[in-house]
T-cell receptor
Framework: DTGVSQDPRHKITKRGQNVTFRCDPI?????LYWYRQTLGQGPEFLTY????????KSRLLSDRFSAERPKGSFSTLEIQRTEQGDSAMYLC???????????????FGPGTRLTVL | GDSVTQMEGPVTLSEEAFLTINCTYT??????LFWYVQYPGEGLQLLLK?????DKGSNKGFEATYRKETTSFHLEKGSVQVSDSAVYFC???????????FGKGTTLSVSS
C-alpha cells in the first residue's frame, strides 16, 4: 500500500506522560500536514511542512506540542505533559506540492487515536 | 477568518432517496472547495472538488456546484445507497498547498 500511514493507530496514556506519533507520507509528496479531530468536529489544522521546513503552525499548537520532519520524509508529532483535553484523533495528510489543481490533493492517513486518562 | 458551515445531522434516509447536505463558506478571495467522506473505521477520502465559481464537482453519483453568489457548495445525490452511510465534511482552502478548513461534518445514515 503506498498511502499515508500512521503509527500507532491507538495510544492510551496517563495524564502528564509524553507521547510521540509518526506519519509516513506518500513517497513523492513534499508537503505534510497534521490535523486534530475531536468527537463531533471536523479536523482542525495544526501545522504543515514543505520538505523539512515547518512553514505554518496553528494557534492550537501549544508549547507542549512539537513536530519535526528531519529529512523531509516521515514526520513525528510529540505531545509533552499530556492533558485530558489532548484526547483526540491526530490525522496526517500529504500532498504533492504547491501547485493548484488535482496534483495538490491532500491524502489522509487513518489517524492515531489518543486517549489521555 | 475563513470558515465552513454545514447543516447539522444526522441525516437519515431510505435507500434511493434524494440527498442534499448544505454547505456555506466564508472566505476572502476565491477559495477551492471540497467534499471529503469518512466511512466507518476509515480515513478521510476526497469525494469531489471545485476550484472556481460555477464549477461542478462530481464523483460516485455525488455532485456539488461552486456558487459564489450564495457562497455555497451543497452536496447532492439523486439516489442514495446503504453504502453511502458515512460522515461528510465540507472544506476549503484559500491557496493550494495550505491548510484545509473543515466544517463540523454531517452524518448520513441510509437504511434499506
Amino acid at each position: 500500500d503506498t498511502g499515508v500511514s500512521q503509527d500507532p493507530r491507538h495510544k492510551i496514556t496517563k495524564r502528564g506522560q509524553n507521547v510521540t506519533f509518526r506519519c509516513d507520507p506518500i513517497s513523492e509528496h513534499n508537503r505534510l500536514y497534521w490535523y486534530r479531530q475531536t468527537l463531533g468536529q471536523g479536523p482542525e489544522f495544526l501545522t504543515y511542512f514543505q520538505n523539512e521546513a515547518q512553514l505554518e503552525k496553528s494557534r492550537l499548537l501549544s508549547d507542549r506540542f512539537s513536530a519535526e520532519r528531519p529529512k523531509g520524509s516521515f514526520s513525528t508529532l510529540e505531545i509533552q505533559r499530556t492533558e485530558q483535553g489532548d484526547s483526540a484523533m491526530y490525522l496526517c495528510a500529504s500532498s504533492r506540492g504547491i501547485r493548484s489543481g488535482l496534483n495538490n490533493e491532500q491524502f489522509f492517513g487513518p489517524g492515531t487515536r489518543l486517549t489521555v486518562l | 477568518g475563513d470558515s465552513v458551515t454545514q447543516m447539522e445531522g444526522p441525516v437519515t434516509l431510505s435507500e434511493e432517496a434524494f440527498l442534499t447536505i448544505n454547505c456555506t463558506y466564508t472566505a476572502t478571495g476565491y477559495p477551492s472547495l471540497f467534499w471529503y467522506v469518512q466511512y466507518p473505521g476509515e480515513g478521510l477520502q476526497l469525494l469531489l472538488k471545485a476550484t472556481k465559481a460555477d464549477d461542478k464537482g462530481s464523483n460516485k453519483g455525488f455532485e456539488a456546484t461552486y456558487r459564489k453568489e450564495t457562497t455555497s457548495f451543497h452536496l447532492e445525490k439523486g439516489s442514495v445507497q446503504v453504502s453511502d452511510s458515512a460522515v461528510y465534511f465540507c472544506a476549503l482552502y484559500r491557496q493550494a498547498g495550505t491548510a484545509l478548513i473543515f466544517g463540523k461534518g454531517t452524518t448520513l445514515s441510509v437504511s434499506s
